[in-house]
């Protein structure tokens, strides 16, 4: 069975500073991951993935993950926060043996300080 | 592109009503998914379909039944709603397992 953890509900940094947002996996195949985020009272949007290739990802509006295999790891961060970058964020995974199903962690609240 | 549409986007149900949800996507998207959303809990699996005419269980899926009779609709009906179900629901669609989901703006429902 697949699943993901995102061991802190919420993460809070001060604008300006860099942040990380926690995620690991467990999958039987080879594991697809993706970052979506969630502003209130709105569907989730997609952030960036790691199919295969480079373990730094890049994904929309400055943020970036690095896959780590031998850690199951898939972190989200960013350089340098913005207050806009206020959200829940969603870390998911999907694997080549489990034919499109997909498994999403927890959440993780991020709130940026001025 | 509308994307993914979801109708209605509030409903309130009294317990052992039924009623069903229709997800819509214009993207020619394979896989389509149902989702719901409780506080704390994340994003749940309810049912999946990997292309028309298929459905499959995702990690909740006891009073639901889904149907993709066509490629671009995904429909989440509740028999015999229970206020257990009150909930936000989300569909999604993808292209294929590789390529990100796209959601719905969700649908909000309330069983008394």
């Known amino acids: 069975a697949q699943s993901v953890a995102q061991p802190e509900d919420q993460v809070n940094v001060a604008e300006g500073n860099p942040l990380t947002v926690k995620c690991t996996y467990s999958v039987s195949g080879n594991p697809y991951l993706f970052w979506y985020v969630q502003y209130p009272n709105r569907g989730l949007q997609f952030l960036l993935k790691?199919?295969?290739?480079?373990?730094l990802v890049k994904g929309s509006y400055g943020f970036e993950a690095e896959f780590n295999k031998s850690q199951t790891s898939f972190h989200l961060k960013k350089p340098s926060a913005l207050v806009s970058d206020s959200a829940l964020y969603f870390c998911?995974?999907?694997?080549?043996?489990?034919?499109?199903?997909?498994?999403f962690g927890d959440g993780t609240t991020l709130t940026v300080k001025p | 592109n509308a994307g993914v549409t979801q109708t209605p986007k509030f409903r309130v149900l009294k317990t052992g009503q039924s009623m069903t949800l229709l997800c819509a996507q214009d993207m020619n998207h394979e896989y389509m998914y149902w989702y719901r959303q409780d506080p704390g809990m994340g994003l749940r699996l309810i049912h999946y379909s990997v292309g028309e005419g298929t459905t499959a269980k995702g990690e909740v899926p006891d009073g639901y039944n889904v149907s993709r009779l066509k490629k671009q609709n995904f429909l989440l009906g509740l028999e015999s709603a229970a206020p257990s179900q009150t909930s936000v629901y989300f569909c999604a669609s993808s292209l294929t397992i590789f390529y990100e989901q796209y959601f719905g703006p969700g649908t909000r429902l309330t069983v008394t």
């Open positions: 790691y199919i295969t290739g480079d373990n």
């Open positions: 998911a995974v999907r694997d080549n043996t489990n034919a499109g199903k997909s498994t």
